[in-house]
């Protein structure tokens, strides 16, 4: 058992044999344990040095390894989900070393990727994808004739979503070779684990069982009602033996609970279920952080963690005080109101921690509802709540949000309920990827009719934003970046601000005038001071401040939109179709995320590279100043 993280590469001489699964395949099945504990190390030394997800990947050592162990990979298609479980994954199939690399620029996704190595055979940032996908490559082997096995690992809170139900349940009526393992970390299903249940599991998936099953099927098919009966007989006594039931229902042949930390019985549970035909089911039931004592006595502060500082002499200094958090100030507020307000609900998709609904959940029970990894229904379930008189307020990340579109649009902007949608992680969220990057909710909620989007700059706006949107009847939506705030004073008192009125920050003579979308407001008065700029801190996408925007256009030369979200169909594109509507003729530099996805790093960086910092807003707008002289060469 590991009590602290390693800051030095720890020995590792059984995994550094160990560069690609084949060679993992050379090995003794008693060698493999002692492998298990040499991953584990190493992967807390890892994780040590980049900061990352580690808690589900303690988890699933002794499973990764099985199931490299048994399967031909990456012949055989192993899917993981969701993707922070597969850093284990990663060391073992070639990154080893690549992993001090991991969620820096230029180097590891946090994530498995396609582009990245052939044993990445699907892309997941997002959960509840993996047996989807894996059914879909079951389906396409078998078009092509090819006997390659199909691999589902799904946990970690995964099984929660509707998505992973709708790919059960079509898994049986296309019949296709397809294996489901669930990774159980959270005791969510069954805690019936070990011995009688590890060797009832290995008997189930025994060939000698399958045989004699399928022996008796042809037998007792042809007398009436006997093999109805006998199907039954086995269903009810693997039903007092395990949680098979629901997937039995589906159509998957279940297996389990098996011991996900018992190498022996995860290795000859999958020999035995290999080369079974038709959809399978195992059940493993694992712990989170397993085998570091500080995770497995804290899974959710240990999910993940920041990278370990060098150790330093201890100075004594006066602490620097850190501003709040967005996530923080929407916390605070959301208690500061439901204070006032019996009616408002708080409701989050598996996001209490992230989104900082912990006080809230503890002081208002009765109306707080974490939905799990449920995004359709978080949406539709607070549509439901609007319709009879509740508030609800949904607290959700940009990224995942766009898992709920129809539902946004279809239940609750057509119906023009009285929803808020307080958007955490708005814009580049850094070492996570462009998986979970905030940069299209402008773009996709501004076309949406009934809508109200705020965009503020610093955390008092935030605050009186969100009072703004809750005040508001109809759908509104708040959108934030992850991360500290500026360190602005943050008013107590719950104030609203007026719909669709922007503010002027700074007037400058220069010509140019920078419409700022959010808490890059404060990147452009860095600018402003060198360009001298106007600043105008816009406030609200939707309803637009045209008025504003009019009175910019007739006294500048150049208008500059700048946001943190997607060029194409954002702010500036508000700023551009209103002009055109108006037959304003005034040039205008759209600013914000380009029309790519943005690689991982830390945000300063995905800040810098799209040229959304002050040096890059000064350097665009200095371009296209220049490129609009007339050229004294073409003057004959």
């Known amino acids: 058992m590991l009590h602290e993280i390693p800051r030095h590469r720890p020995d590792t001489p059984l995994l550094d044999r160990v560069d690609i699964p084949a060679q993992l395949r050379e090995l003794e099945p008693r060698q493999l344990p002692q492998l298990a504990e040499q991953l584990r190390e190493y992967l807390l030394y890892c994780v040590g040095q980049t900061g990352g997800h580690f808690g589900a990947g303690l988890g699933v050592v002794e499973l990764t390894i099985a199931l490299h162990y048994i399967f031909n990979t990456p012949e055989d298609r192993l899917v993981w989900d969701v993707g922070h479980q597969a850093y284990p994954h990663k060391i073992l199939t070639g990154r080893r070393e690549a992993m001090l690399s991991l969620r820096q620029r230029d180097g590891l996704a946090a994530f498995p990727r396609r582009s990245e190595s052939p044993y990445d055979t699907f892309g997941v940032g997002h959960s509840s994808t993996s047996i989807s996908a894996a059914l879909g490559m079951a389906i396409a082997s078998r078009m092509q004739g090819r006997n390659r096995r199909a691999i589902a690992v799904i946990g970690d809170g995964a099984m929660t979503a509707g998505m992973a139900f709708e ?12 294996l489901v393992v669930l990774n159980d970390n959270d005791m969510s299903i069954s805690a019936n684990v070990g011995g009688l249940s590890n060797y009832f599991a290995r008997l189930l998936s025994s060939r000698a ?17 006997a093999w109805e009966l006998a199907r039954r007989t086995e269903e009810h006594v693997k039903g007092m033996m395990a ?24 290795v000859s549970t999958l020999h035995n279920m290999r080369n079974l035909n038709g959809p399978q089911f195992l059940h493993v039931v694992t712990q989170k952080g397993h085998g570091f004592a500080p995770a497995e006595q804290d899974p959710i502060g240990y999910h993940a963690i920041t990278k370990l500082e060098p150790e330093a002499p201890i100075k004594v200094a006066t602490p620097k005080p850190t501003p709040p958090k967005y996530s923080n100030v929407f916390g605070r507020w959301l208690v500061d109101m439901a204070e006032q307000d019996p009616m408002l609900v708080g409701i989050t998709p598996a996001m209490k921690d992230g989104s900082d609904l912990i006080e809230f959940a503890e002081r208002f029970p009765d109306r707080y509802f974490d939905v799990a990894i449920a995004e359709q229904h978080a949406v539709t379930l607070a549509a439901g709540i609007a319709c009879d008189g509740g508030k609800p307020v949904v607290a959700i990340y940009s990224t995942f949000l766009q898992r709920a579109y129809d539902q946004l649009v279809h239940d609750v902007a057509v119906q023009d309920l009285d929803v808020l949608f307080a958007i955490d992680r708005a814009g580049l969220v850094g070492e996570d990827g462009p998986t979970h990057a905030g940069c299209y909710d402008l773009a996709y909620m501004r076309c949406i009719p009934n809508m109200v989007i705020m965009t503020p700059a610093d955390e008092n706006e935030t605050r009186q934003m969100l009072t703004t949107g809750y005040r508001h009847s109809g759908p509104a939506a708040v959108r934030y970046p992850r991360g500290s705030g500026v360190g602005v004073e943050i008013q107590p008192a719950l104030e609203s601000l007026p719909i669709g009125e922007g503010e002027m920050q700074r007037q400058g003579d220069g010509g140019v005038a920078i419409l700022a979308f959010g808490t890059l407001l404060h990147n452009a008065l860095k600018a402003a001071e060198s360009l001298n700029a106007s600043v105008a801190n816009m406030r609200f996408v939707k309803p637009l401040d045209e008025e504003l925007v009019r009175q910019l256009a007739l006294n500048h030369r150049l208008l500059v939109t700048l946001e943190e979200g997607s060029i194409m169909g954002g702010a500036g594109s508000a700023v ?25 790093g830390k945000p300063t960086e995905l800040l810098s590279e799209c040229g959304l910092d002050a040096a890059g807003i000064i350097s665009a707008v200095q371009d296209r100043l220049a490129a609009e002289q007339p050229s004294k060469s073409a003057k004959r």
């Open 576 to 600: 551009n179709e209103f002009l055109q509507g108006q037959g304003l003729q005034t040039p205008v530099l759209n600013l914000g995320i380009p029309d790519r996805f943005i690689e991982h």
């Open 167 to 178: 790919a059960l349940n079509h898994a049986s009526e296309v019949n296709a070779n397809l």
């Open 243 to 266: 949680p098979s039931t629901l997937f039995e229902e589906l159509g998957f042949n279940y297996i389990g609970p098996v011991d996900g930390h018992n190498l022996e019985a995860l």
């Open 209 to 225: 069982y399958h045989t004699m099953r399928e022996g008796s099927r042809k037998v007792l098919s042809g007398i009436p009602k």
